[in-house]
Nanobody
Framework: QVQLVESGGGLVQAGGSLRLSCAAS????????MGWFRQAPGEEREFVTA????????YYADSVRGRFTISRDIAKNTVYLQMNILKPEDTAVYFC?????????????????????????WGQGTQVTVSS
């Protein structure tokens, strides 16, 4: 089992920044892909970004590329999502998730799975609200 705990959400004005953290525990993450997903009110959950724990390879959704940065601190077993130039449409609950890279995945960017249905472990989510 992998436990994931997100933090860092909050209320920010458009154009501002936030940094989300996702602390992982329970297993070594060396073969895992770590992803961030988000769900806005009345919308389906969508992929935001992912990172390979082993290689640091990253991928971003078009809507956040150039504004968001995913990173990981191996010593702290923590994944970060730095969000800059935030827009009201970024308002959502943000979820951290872990994929053990064993299951089949048909939606990929290189070694990274982008399909939320394949991810094995999820955090509880953290609310991000961007005011206009």
């Amino acid at each position: 089992q992998v436990q994931l705990v997100e933090s860092g959400g909050g209320l920010v004005q458009a154009g501002g920044s936030l940094r989300l953290s996702c602390a992982a525990s329970g297993r070594t993450l060396s073969r895992y892909t770590m992803g961030w997903f988000r769900q806005a009110p009345g919308e389906e959950r969508e992929f935001v970004t992912a990172i390979s724990w082993a290689s640091g390879t990253t991928y971003y959704a078009d809507s956040v590329r150039g504004r968001f940065t995913i990173s990981r601190d191996i010593a702290k077993n923590t994944v970060y999502l730095q969000m800059n130039i935030l827009k009201p449409e970024d308002t959502a609950v943000y979820f951290c998730a872990a994929d053990d890279s064993r299951g089949p995945c048909t939606v990929r960017a290189g070694p990274l799975c982008l399909d939320e249905r394949v991810y094995d472990y999820w955090g509880q989510g953290t609310q991000v609200t961007v005011s206009s």
